[in-house]
């Protein structure tokens, strides 16, 4: 398996509070990327980066940000967590982006917001 | 503009007997496509890829599928259903045009029936 891992796995927040999701890969790979969770609506991308402090929208960015200093770790904040938000986010990694590659997937966040 | 469409939210099938998960896509250049596997409370992982090599493409655990340009499509099949095959599936597609990113369809659950 892919070395990706989630922190926290489980979070109960309260609206308005701020929540930081983080990402860690062993892997060395240049892309990474947040995606949510959500019945019947498959996954659908957040934010993604391409580089240390490279990023860039996906198509549910609003509400959300992203941060990545280190090739290993890609943080996801929510500024004002709202009851929208409650999902389970993955992050997954990728070597070499869309063109052909495959993603790996962490084991996922399970996000409630109260 | 990338779609995937996955025809059947949901599918049931007798162990033993064949499955078959339908997904097309719409791209305007040659897309990379790959199935994933989601097993309850896990990760995804990767089932198989196409990335315009052979058009017939076989994956883990007995899983097959055959890209079919003239028909957008990318079926995913398996001839003989597992109880451990009960799962969500998604299809998923890039391509060169967008690059770094990945669309995923809304999914596919599958049931197995002993």
């Known amino acids: 398996d892919a070395g990706i891992t989630q922190s926290p796995r489980h979070k109960v927040t309260e609206t308005g509070t701020p929540v930081t999701l983080r990402c860690h890969q062993t892997?060395?790979?240049?892309?990474m990327y947040w995606y949510r969770q959500d019945p019947g609506h498959g996954l659908r991308l957040i934010h993604y980066s391409y580089g240390v402090k490279d990023t860039d929208k996906g198509e549910v960015s609003d509400g959300y940000s992203v941060s990545r200093s280190k090739t290993e770790d890609f943080l996801l904040t929510l500024e004002s967590a709202t009851s929208s938000q409650t999902s389970v986010y993955f992050c997954a990694i990728s070597e070499r982006g869309g063109q052909g590659d495959e993603q790996y997937f962490g084991p996922g966040t399970r996000l409630t917001v109260t | 503009a990338q779609s995937v469409t996955q025809l059947d939210s949901h599918v049931s099938v007798s162990e033993g007997t064949p499955v078959l998960l339908r997904c097309n896509y719409s791209s305007s250049y040659s897309p990379s496509l790959f199935w994933y596997v989601q097993h309850p409370n896990k990760g995804l992982q990767l089932l198989l890829k196409?990335?315009?090599?052979?058009?017939l493409v076989k994956g883990i655990n007995g899983f097959e599928a055959e890209f079919k340009k003239s028909e957008t499509s990318f079926h995913l099949t398996k001839p003989s259903a597992h109880m451990s095959d009960a799962a969500e599936y998604f299809c998923?597609?890039?391509?060169?045009?967008?690059?770094?990113?990945?669309?995923f369809g809304t999914g596919t659950s599958l049931t197995v029936i002993p």
């Open positions: 892997e060395n790979h240049r892309y």
């Open positions: 998923v597609v890039s391509d060169r045009r967008t690059g770094n990113q990945f669309y």
């Open positions: 196409y990335t315009s090599a052979a058009t």
